[in-house]
């Protein structure tokens, strides 16, 4: 009776922590449009930066690159890396706004970024999952927490019969 009681109270505990899988994944995304927008600033300001002179975005960041200051070379390396690294979030963002609400949870696993989930996990709020994808992993999150509980009980309660058979 007390392992049953132990059994639940475990799955509704890993109900409860998988109900917020979808809204660290929401959290994440508004934090990826956030890291997006930003780089795209910054770019758009190098783009004006090398308009003014004449140039287009690689031949700005290649003088950056090829001038002997390492300062001006290491700030060329920033960005192109910058830009890099704003194709990759865009077209990570992007994934998500075409994946329907349960593929998101499967787009945030295989491509997440681990500096912006770092950030996202340390300013995490939970929250009352109300949307089919929050309902849906509280229920996965529960059938797993009871089946894997009752799994590893049955041994336990095997040997509390064969001890009550043994004495009578």
């Known amino acids: 009776m007390v392992l049953r009681r132990i059994v639940f109270f475990l799955a509704l505990v890993l109900g409860i922590v998988a109900s917020q899988l979808p809204e660290f994944a929401q959290q994440y995304r508004q934090r990826?449009?956030?890291?997006?927008?930003?780089?795209?600033?910054?770019?758009?300001?190098?783009?004006a930066d090398a308009a003014r002179m004449q140039m287009d975005r690689d031949t700005g960041i290649d003088r950056l690159v090829a001038n002997p200051d390492i300062f001006v070379r290491q700030r060329g390396e920033q960005i192109r890396e910058g830009v890099a690294r704003a194709a990759r979030l865009e077209r990570q963002l992007q994934s998500y706004q075409d994946a329907g609400p349960f593929w998101r949870l499967a787009a945030f696993a295989s491509t997440y970024d681990p500096d912006i989930a770092r950030r996202a996990a340390q300013s995490f709020e939970p929250a009352i999952p109300v949307t089919r994808e929050g309902l849906a992993t509280t229920f996965i999150g529960f059938l797993v927490g009871w089946l894997g509980g009752r799994a590893a009980i049955v041994p336990l309660q095997r040997r509390q019969r064969r001890i009550r058979t043994g004495r009578a």
């Open 32 to 47: 990826l449009g956030g890291a997006v927008d930003e780089l795209n600033r910054m770019i758009g300001e190098f783009d």
